[in-house]
């Protein structure tokens, strides 16, 4: 039989004095911690992020003041992207298919379900074969043209012998058939044209509307004023925030 003693060894060690002061410290931030609401996710913002497309022999420092009039609307420069391209390449071979991979690459960066598509001039033919063939009707929500050759435009046989994006430009071409072909607007994509009765280089004129589409005369302006001309802007804000 254990003596008194040896009763008193075997029992376990108390901890130290100061961990012994610690418990009632920890126990009282634990009660704080999960009596506070829990943080709530950030919103995400009620706009869609918007992809900007120039047009051809262009790069993306085209869209400095369309960018700049987004930016003073409320736009933050992570809701503005622009897709830099090889011009020369096929429209529906190359081009819509990196487009596509881009957006994608936005809709993670940005968590947005869709974006907004911006396009000006050659732009326009690859950005609607993404949508219309290349499965961005899911992830588009507006679409937006800015005299874009989207029925094909004359000026474009003179470089068509030698270069596959002007041969995608001409009227009657493979792709223009195809875009044009049964509904020219598919999908629940809004659709917009902006357009010009002086444009030296969509010829004819009319090139540029879409049935299904709101089409947008700008007046008189040369085919790369509609980059910077503040009516045409206004009308492109007005329409995304539709």
């Known amino acids: 039989m254990l003596t008194a003693r040896q009763r008193l060894q075997a029992l376990p060690a108390l901890p130290p004095l100061p961990a012994l002061l610690r418990f009632p410290v920890l126990l009282a931030l634990l009660t704080l911690c999960l009596a506070l609401p829990a943080a709530s996710p950030a919103q995400a913002s009620s ?11 262009a790069d993306p420092g085209v869209w400095g003041a369309l960018r ?8 933050t420069d992570a809701e503005l992207f622009s897709f830099g391209y090889d011009t020369h390449q096929s429209v529906n071979e190359v081009l819509a298919g990196r487009l ?12 947005a379900a869709k974006v907004d598509v911006v396009a000006h001039s050659f ?28 029925r094909g435009t004359s000026t474009a046989w003179a470089c068509a012998l030698w270069d596959q994006a ?15 072909g049964g509904d020219e607007t598919p ?34 302006l040369g085919h790369n004023d509609l980059l910077g001309d503040d009516g045409t802007s206004a009308g492109v804000r007005a329409f995304l925030s539709s």
């Open 47 to 57: 706009r869609n992020p918007v992809v900007l497309v120039h047009g051809y022999n």
């Open 68 to 75: 700049a009039d987004l930016r003073a609307a409320g736009y």
């Open 100 to 111: 596509g991979a881009y957006v994608d690459q936005v809709r993670r960066e940005t968590g």
């Open 123 to 150: 732009g326009s033919l690859v950005s609607r074969w993404y949508v219309k063939f290349g499965g961005g009707a899911a992830a588009v929500d507006h679409w937006v043209s800015l005299a874009g050759p989207n």
């Open 166 to 180: 002007c041969r995608d430009m001409t009227p009657g071409s493979y792709v223009v058939k195809n875009l044009n």
């Open 187 to 220: 999908g629940a994509v809004k659709y917009a044209t902006f357009w010009s009765n002086c444009d030296e280089i969509v010829n004819p004129d009319d090139s540029v509307p879409l049935t299904g589409a709101a089409n947008t005369p700008v007046g008189c």
